[in-house]
């Protein structure tokens, strides 16, 4: 998507390709072209506006009053704010605010990490899909966590990480916790779903040099090419700094 080049599309490009691959999957096995997405924990808006934009409608649950805030100035912005609909609420109650078999796609991006039971969470995202929805799933891997504190001579907390039950690498560590791809399609598994796909996000891009990717002309476009080859190479799950899951629920898709 244009919106989002050219920096942050280092960090998005390849799990919007998966999802528009979904949305356009959904909308014709529907026949809806409008479809009903929900964002749990979707802040500002960095999925929802761009989602709102093609035309679906989106709810956002996220427990932040000013990132709401701040989706509700961005949707007016990009003249969507009849199509974005922003919640109070978080992973833990999701159902008390948000509709039951309701959704044609949910969207749980970076919940996992900050949740006190990811199973819970996962288990709520998945009923509030409808009959043969979508659920996109993306959350922190352990293994970039280990790589890049390793990369930047931290060894002693590179050895924290891969050893601690959450993946932290010290006191100091921001993300509570990080996941494995197994660990992540167990949760999708468990919660009833088929595992549709999984992908690394920013396996390399933020390993790269910032300056390297502003400066050489044609990196920027060559780094997101390389993204979007090893995403789905398992050998590359194991070192990226974010996991994304498709799950996909039973049941017929027109619903």
């Known amino acids: 998507m244009s919106d989002l080049r050219p920096r942050a599309a280092l960090r998005t490009a390849v799990v919007w390709e998966v999802l528009q691959d979904a949305l356009e999957r959904r909308v ?17 808006g960095n999925f929802a506006v761009p989602l709102a934009r093609l035309g679906h409608r989106v709810t956002v649950v996220d427990p932040s009053p000013n ?15 009849e199509r974005v609909r922003g919640v109070q609420g978080d992973a ?16 749980c991006h970076g919940v996992l990490e900050y949740v006190d ?11 509030a899909l409808r009959p043969g929805g979508v659920l996109s799933l993306l959350a922190a891997g352990l293994g970039g966590a280990v790589l890049a504190r390793a990369l930047a001579g931290h060894f002693a907390e590179a050895h924290q990480a891969l050893t601690d039950p959450n993946g932290r690498w010290g006191s100091g560590d921001p993300v509570p916790r990080r996941f494995t791809a197994e660990q992540l399609t167990g949760l999708v598994e468990q919660a009833g779903l088929r595992v549709g796909a999984v992908h ?19 990196a920027l476009d060559a780094l997101l090419k390389l993204e979007a080859a090893a995403a789905e190479l398992a050998a590359f799950h194991s070192v990226a700094t ?14």
């Open 67 to 81: 990132a709401l805030f701040a989706l509700e100035r961005r949707a007016a912005e990009a003249d969507v704010a």
């Open 117 to 127: 039971d990811p199973a819970e969470g996962v288990r709520n995202a998945v009923a």
């Open 200 to 218: 690394g996000v920013r396996v390399f891009s933020d390993l790269v040099p910032g300056v390297l990717v502003d400066t050489e002309p044609g």
């Open 242 to 255: 974010q996991l994304h899951v498709l799950g996909e629920a039973a049941g017929s898709a027109a619903g």
């Open 28 to 44: 014709k096995a529907t026949g809806r072209q409008a479809l009903d997405v929900l964002d749990t924990g979707g802040g500002s």
């Open 92 to 107: 833990h109650g999701l159902l008390d605010v948000a509709r039951r078999g309701g959704y044609d796609i949910v969207l």
